[in-house]
């Protein structure tokens, strides 16, 4: 069966656990397995930009934002700020004269970030993150990675599925398979930001 949407992706668990009694319980499954990928996947596929405002010590982040890759201010001239840790932004704040100034450093605090120094006028800058894969609800739902990679959503909510099917002996096959696939997405995002490795070509 192909799996295109939310709705054939719960077909086709039910068909592969060949049950007709957890109708009530996959969604739950897939909800588990999507924890789990927002937890360990970061792929190329996820990567975004967005605009972000600076002009207080304290920023809120994007409502989907999971990592920080970087984040470039409008300043002049156009800057990168470097991302250090809490400790050292406080010895900063505390050892240094925080004149309201261009910042240069930010730390994560929770869902905001927090800068040094802390900026003396408004800023236009593009925070560039991983984000949250979008949850599936409506059975014709779909994001990239069901989209790129059906078998990871299948074997990811699979596996969920052990408190139901405790001797059943393909759960460690489900959770192999699903390592599989989550390893081909971290080499396929290498190779798309890093570009593929050297390869000796033989006559």
């Not at 156009?78 to 050292?88: F, K, N």
């Not at 869902?111 to 040094?116: A, V």
């Not at 800058?125 to 991983?130: D, H, K, Q």
Request: hydrophobic share 40%; net charge negative; charged share 20%.
């Amino acid at each position: 069966m192909t799996i295109t949407n939310y709705g054939t992706l719960k077909t086709a668990i039910a068909d592969t656990l060949n049950r007709d009694d957890l109708t009530a319980v996959i969604p739950a499954f897939v909800a588990l397995a999507q924890v789990q990928f927002n937890r360990k996947i970061r792929s190329h596929r996820q990567i975004t930009r967005g605009s972000l405002t600076i002009n207080t010590q304290f920023e809120a982040l994007p409502a989907d934002w999971m990592e920080t890759i970087r984040i470039t201010m409008d300043a002049s001239p156009i800057r990168v700020l470097t991302q250090i840790s809490m400790d050292d932004l406080t010895r900063y704040r505390t050892g240094y004269d925080d004149t309201p100034n261009a910042p240069v450093y930010f730390t994560h605090i929770g869902t905001d970030i927090e800068l040094f120094p802390t900026p003396g006028t408004s800023y236009t800058s593009e925070i560039t993150y991983y984000a949250k894969i979008t949850a599936l609800s409506a059975d014709g739902d779909t994001n990239w990675l069901l989209t790129n990679s059906p078998d990871v959503y299948l074997y990811g909510a699979l596996v969920h599925t052990a408190p139901y099917l405790k001797d059943d002996a393909r759960i460690a096959v489900w959770a192999g398979l699903l390592a599989q696939g989550m390893n081909e997405i971290e080499e396929e995002t290498t190779a798309a930001r890093f570009g593929s490795p050297l390869r000796m070509r033989i006559k």
